[in-house]
């Protein structure tokens, strides 16, 4: 290295020692203070945290600092002779975060299950039946609750506690004696000999498939109301036929034969026929280990209303026909088998169908030369 080099570098060296000399000096803060000697303003170094002014500076002498005593302390850089005492007990539940020291003072937070509000900690809130905890509290902030959603239950009273799953009673072998609400856990009961899916077809469905079955039947086109009117003797009071209707129409559902076979199509669908309608119908989607249960529990002609029965029960606040018409529109998109196509189509047209009513009121028209329609007939699941 030349002489010339040399020189240079101790230029910059030189430079760059002064210019963080006269940044440090510029950072750190000062105060005006009167010497006592000459009477003079002078402008003084504060002392940095955790430090207090031992004596003022002069004209020839800086400030000197001292350190801050035990148990207290000074946060900021400032002129004062003596350092803050530390604050030496929490308020009610309250639980010390950070202990004193020289720079800080003891911290204080609210104890596991409170909140601090203004100046009081405030226990966290528990949420209310059908609400689970979203966010847990804090120190700082109370529980955040939300509603469950489908297929979850919270029966409340707790500020810790999420929304819990329903019991899933088929995957445990179990019978569902009750299903769950957003406030109940599903009940389930013992289980079966044989596990199998439980049938319940609710009296829509059941209208459906007799419908179904009397579509191609040659009945009398007299209402049954006309048809009691013409008898001679004590007429039938409405009460009356409304328990007949009634009667029949349980006789109907309790059946294992409902002669949905009158659509041929219905009886040759497979899991996968079943899966591609459950997919394709709207809201809550019917879980496949049911669809399974389905086609290993029920016979084929029941398949389809076994199915749309599990949909509407997930989906009771939407409409079956309207759901059906959904249905249609995306299987035809994704070009299903026709034969599955024709099937729905059939069952679409049978619910919305005007004339549905009519034929419904032409079955009763056989109960009068049926005597076994007013026996007693146990539930289908029994």
Known sequence: MNNTTCCQTLVILYEASLSWAFQQ??????????DPATSAFLTCNQCPPGTAVKRHCTADMPTECQPCPDRHFAENWHWGEKCQYCTSVCKERQLVKQQCNSTHDQLCECAPGFHLVIEFCIAHKACSPGYGVAALGTPVSDTVCDLCPDGHFSPGGSSTKPCQPHTNCSELGLKTLRWGTSTADSQCGTPDKKP???????????????FQSLASLRLSSVPLERLLDSLPGKR??????????????????TSTNWSVSRCSSLKNLTLDDLMKVTNSLPGVKVKEADVQAVV?????RQYILQLLH???KANHNLDLPNALSHSLRVLRNQQAPRHLLKGLKKISRI???????????KTFVSMLQDGSCFKAHKPLNE
């Open 296 to 300: 290993s529990s029920c016979l084929p």
């Open 310 to 312: 599990l949909w509407k």
């Open 236 to 253: 039938v009071d409405r009460k009356s036929l409304e328990r007949l209707k009634k009667t029949y129409l349980q006789k109907c559902c």
């Open 196 to 210: 199998t899916l439980l049938l319940f077809p609710d009296v829509t469905l059941c209208e459906e498939a007799v």
């Open 351 to 361: 619910i919305g169908t005007t004339s549905a009513q009519k034929m419904f009121q």
């Open 25 to 34: 000096q510029a950072e750190q803060p000062t105060y005006q203070h009167r």
